[in-house]
């Protein structure tokens, strides 16, 4: 692995449905980041975590919840998705979340829900 | 709570120059970053600007002005492989990335 990866690329699902969206980073940056991206809306920050075992929310939290068990691992988490919810769905990571905050991003997952 | 401002699009010829302007209003302000982003592609970062002036990176500049809340990226000898989505993005002191719209730059021959 090299950088940050994202699972599945793309998905289509049905309302209702729970779904974990998999972001898995190798380049040991203490800070991840969920953000959905929509057009003319810009990216919204879902989640974060600063650091290992602990996490906040952003702007746009509601529907999702996040766990950092690890450094290398940030799952998201849709407990009940609703159409609202397409989207593409970025997660980025940066060695230090203050100063300039430099941030590497995955290549997206784009989600349908039906 | 963080507000940015750019324009949704630009266009421009090969070899010209193009300014993106981001004007922005926030608390706990810390900085000032751009990311460039092809369609389709992750956001990279292109430049940050922490204190007011002008940062240049090659092709690529990027000015601040803290007291005016308001910033801008300058790209020079435009190239076709410039086209992309330009998003400025507020670094506040809680340690989050506040985005802009981004700003569509289409490069013509």
């Known amino acids: 692995i090299a950088g940050i990866t994202q699972a599945p690329t793309s998905q289509i699902l049905a309302a209702g449905r729970r779904m974990t969206l998999r972001c898995t980073q190798d380049?040991?940056?203490?800070?991840m980041y969920w953000y959905r991206q929509d057009l003319g809306l810009g990216l919204r920050l879902i989640h974060y975590s600063n650091t290992a075992g602990t996490t906040g929310k952003g702007e746009v939290p509601d529907g999702y919840s996040v766990s950092r068990a690890n450094t290398d691992d940030f799952p998201l988490t849709l407990a009940s998705a609703v159409p609202s919810q397409t989207s593409v769905y970025f997660c980025?990571?940066?060695?230090?979340?203050?100063?300039?905050?430099?941030?590497?991003f995955g290549p997206g997952t784009r989600l349908t829900v039906l | 709570g963080q507000s940015l401002e750019q324009p949704s699009e630009v266009t421009a010829v090969e070899g010209a120059i193009v300014q993106i302007n981001c004007t922005y209003q926030t608390s706990g302000f810390y900085g000032l970053s751009w990311y460039q982003q092809h369609d389709g592609g992750a956001p990279t970062f292109l430049s940050y600007n922490g204190l007011d002036g002008l940062e240049e990176k090659g092709r690529f500049s990027s000015f601040l002005s803290r007291s005016k809340g308001y910033s801008y990226l300058l790209l020079k000898e435009l190239q076709m492989k410039d086209s992309a989505s330009y998003l400025c993005?507020?670094?506040?002191?809680?340690?989050?990335?506040?985005f802009g719209a981004g700003t569509t730059v289409t490069v013509r021959a």
């Open positions: 993005a507020v670094n506040s002191n809680d340690y989050k990335l506040s």
């Open positions: 380049m040991r940056h203490n800070a």
């Open positions: 980025a990571s940066s060695d230090s979340p203050g100063g300039r905050n430099e941030q590497f």
